[in-house]
């Protein structure tokens, strides 16, 4: 399976501090992609990276990408209690005939006050 | 108009039952998604379509049937469904499968079958 993995599986953080989460990944990729999801409902689209890029900024979110050691991280500054969900990385490749989308395991983000 | 909408929210049914979930798009999309998501799991990828055509069928079970009637909608036909596909069902699109954008996600259809 090329499924990825995220380190860690739960964080727990205080309102304001920051967040880090990583993700390894096994196949050649397209872009790297991070959703949020809150409660099991759906995902959110956060940021997407393309393979030729090695980092990439929106709003409070950082994103790295080291293609050589297929990884990526994700960093949320100045954490809020909003910011509590499931955070996952998702590879894109192509296949020929389409873009598949393969989610990792995921991190659960817990922000306390 | 900015969102995937999914119907159902909630189904239970029956393993002889025969259903279908709905899902609509207004984005102009051309690529449409189902994916499963089991609890505390990452999402799976089911199918892909793109422009109204089944792309990819990531083996899964005749009983799941999926079906693009036009570029704007996706459904998919459940049929003698097990317990074990009980799930989250999520309905995702994207401009095109060739191009590297984001997936805009449903809210999903929470599926129990007894």
């Known amino acids: 399976s090329q499924q990825g993995e995220e380190d860690p599986q739960a964080l727990s953080i205080q309102e304001g501090e920051n967040a880090t989460m990583n993700c390894s990944y096994k196949?050649?990729?397209?872009?790297l992609q991070w959703y949020r999801q809150n409660s099991g409902r759906g995902l959110v689209h956060l940021i997407l990276i393309r393979s030729n890029e090695r980092e990439k900024h929106s709003g409070r979110l950082r994103v790295t990408l080291d293609t050589s050691k297929k990884s990526s991280s994700l960093l949320i500054t100045a954490s809020r209690a909003a910011d509590t969900a499931s955070y996952f990385c998702?590879?894109?490749?192509?296949?020929?005939?389409?873009?598949?989308?393969?989610f990792g395991t995921g991190t659960r983000l817990q922000v306390t006050l | 108009d900015t969102e995937v909408t999914q119907t159902p929210k909630h189904l239970v049914m029956g393993m002889t039952n025969k259903k279908s979930l709905k899902c609509e798009q207004h984005?102009?999309?051309?690529?449409m998604y189902w994916y499963k998501q089991k609890a505390k799991k990452p999402p799976e990828l089911m199918f892909v379509y793109s422009y109204e055509k089944l792309s990819i069928n990531e083996s899964v079970p005749s009983r799941f049937s999926p079906e693009c009637p036009n570029s704007s909608l996706l459904n998919l036909h459940l049929h003698a469904l097990q317990p074990e596909d009980s799930a989250l069902y999520l309905c995702?699109?994207?401009?095109?499968?060739?191009?590297?954008?984001?997936?805009?996600f449903g809210s999903g259809t929470r599926l129990t079958v007894v």
């Open positions: 998702a590879t894109a490749r192509n296949t020929g005939t389409a873009s598949k989308l393969t």
């Open positions: 196949t050649s990729i397209n872009n």
């Open positions: 995702a699109s994207s401009q095109d499968v060739r191009v590297p954008y984001g997936y805009t």
């Open positions: 984005m102009g999309h051309r690529a």
